[in-house]
């Protein structure tokens, strides 16, 4: 008895180990990359002044005298991710509840393999889809000068982001305790009503987890976006020509040198600060409604 109550206590200290070196190199991660940003971005940003730099409308990286302000940039990127937002939660939202409480048999089975396979689908993939099919599409039936622009970049987004968004709130649903659905259809409420008002507010938390997985993946897309946005440095407009902060330091970086360079180096590192404060909200969020 006592050898399997040492046994027992070597094998939880060694997984509490293994388990401690794994977050100590998570953190260790985040923190080489922040230092790996900050040390080249932070000279740019004096130089050109966070306000200019921040706040300034035009960007001209090869002009001279060149102009480094990364505000379109900015709201573009939160224009582009909200309206992924606004366009994929409810539609994922609606599959996941029709998958974990309607779908039955081969239509289960085969939803299912279609959304591990959307999952699966590599992001320069998307874009190019987008590029030959949606953007002719969104130019003919708006009767644009080219389709390619936020709009189309949101569209894009929004299929991204489905798959996340499913998986999570899936699983969230599938957790729900039967008996509260059960309780629910007791006192007299209909399928629809426990659905919608007991499991739903019941998987509140993995559900917003998801939308936190969607903003992550939408806000860090470069690839498929920088092919249907148009990648032009302009202030955001519903169908205009765009350029978010994953795509100015994708589309640059290749031929940048010097201040320019740099510039580029603060750009990730905005994105990278501006991903940090999301996640953190919405964590909060998360701890909120858990604790409610």
């Known amino acids: 008895m006592i050898i399997n109550k040492t046994k027992n206590k070597v094998i939880e200290n060694i997984a509490y180990g293994v388990f401690l070196l794994a977050g100590m190199i998570t953190i260790g991660f985040v923190l080489l990359i922040s230092i790996y940003l900050i040390i080249p971005g932070i000279p740019a ?47 994922g939202f609606f599959t996941a509840m029709y998958l974990s409480k309607y779908a039955k048999g081969t239509t289960k089975a085969v939803l299912e393999a279609a959304i591990d396979l959307l999952a699966g689908i590599p992001s320069v993939i998307y874009g190019l889809v987008g590029m030959l099919v949606l953007v002719p599409l969104v130019k003919s039936t708006f009767n644009l000068a080219d389709g390619a622009g936020l709009f189309s970049a949101m569209i894009v987004l929004a299929v991204m982001i489905l798959p996340s968004i499913i998986k ?17 259809l ?23 987890a998801a939308v936190v997985l969607g903003v992550g993946r939408a806000i860090g897309e470069a690839m498929a976006i920088i092919m249907v946005s148009g990648n032009a440095a302009n202030m955001p407009g519903l169908f205009s020509s765009v350029r978010f902060l994953t795509t100015a330091v994708a589309g640059e970086m290749a031929y940048s040198s010097g201040l320019q360079r740099q510039a580029l180096f603060s750009i990730a590192l905005v994105l990278f600060l501006f991903i940090m404060l999301i996640n953190a909200a919405l964590n909060h969020f998360i701890k909120g409604e858990r604790q409610k």
Do not use: C, M
């Open 45 to 91: 940003i004096k130089e050109i002044g966070l306000l200019k730099f921040l706040f300034g409308t035009k960007w001209s990286s090869t002009s001279s005298p060149p102009s480094f302000g990364i505000l379109p940039f900015i709201l573009t990127s939160i224009y582009g991710t909200a309206g992924a937002i606004i366009i994929g939660v409810p539609i």
């Open 186 to 208: 007791a006192l007299g409420a209909s399928a629809a009503e426990t659905y919608f008002k007991v499991s739903a507010r019941a998987a509140a938390g993995g559900i917003t």
């Open 168 to 184: 999570v709130s899936l699983a969230a649903l599938d957790a729900v305790p039967q008996d509260y659905e059960a309780a629910s």
